[in-house]
């Protein structure tokens, strides 16, 4: 009989180990993915800061505004406005790490305003009306809201409560580096800062 059982757990032990060996693996996707999802979460609210602060700073461009104060951090500048809202934005990153859709804001030649693109194209309200980037008003401009849903990328320009695809596939490895502001040069000698997008850029005086 225990020429019985030893034979039985022998004959047992390879399938426990393959047991344990695949849960082990399969808990290992579960963290993987969740890490995933959470620096992709991490991702989505810092570009939609990043879209709020650009806002900003072409709000603080076209009023002719002044830059009062920088703080320089790990992660990138606290910004002071002189009739403005201080800002946060990152710099120096390109966006390596993550797919995303190109959020920017480009001058309309014919009238000289700025206006939000999404992937070249420019954004519009339901009456086909261009949405600027300045929010001037108070009603003609917005901010653009972005989301990860199913996999890919949407924007919002009223709030959340319609989604539009981008098409942009929110793939890569975990995209904190991702951000629509290019480069932020402060230059303390001659008192400015340049904020250079994709399709432009903004000289603001510091004070």
Do not use: H
């Amino acid at each position: 009989m225990k020429t019985i059982k030893k034979i039985l757990l022998v004959g047992l032990f390879p399938i426990i180990a393959l047991t344990m060996s695949s849960c082990t693996d399969y808990q290992d996707e579960v963290d993987a993915l969740d890490v995933r999802v959470t620096n992709l979460e991490n991702l989505v609210k810092k570009v939609n800061n990043d879209l709020e602060s650009l806002s900003v700073i072409v709000k603080a461009f076209e009023e002719g505004d002044i830059i009062t104060d920088i703080k320089e951090t790990p992660e990138g500048y606290i910004i002071n406005f002189a009739n403005n809202d201080p800002i946060f934005i990152r710099d120096g990153v390109d966006g390596e790490d993550a797919k995303m859709p190109d959020i920017t804001i480009e001058q309309d030649p014919t009238d000289g305003v700025y206006y939000w693109k999404v992937n070249g194209v420019w954004v519009t309200d339901p009456s086909g009306k261009k949405v600027r980037a300045d929010g001037k008003n108070g009603k003609d401009g917005t901010t653009p809201q972005l989301k990860i849903e199913d996999g890919y990328w949407y924007y919002s320009m009223d709030g959340g409560t319609t989604w539009q695809p981008t098409g942009t596939a929110a793939s890569g490895k975990d995209g904190k580096d991702a951000n629509p502001v290019v480069k932020i040069i402060v230059n303390y000698s001659e008192m400015y800062v340049d904020f250079i997008t994709s399709t432009g850029s903004f000289r603001l005086p510091l004070k």
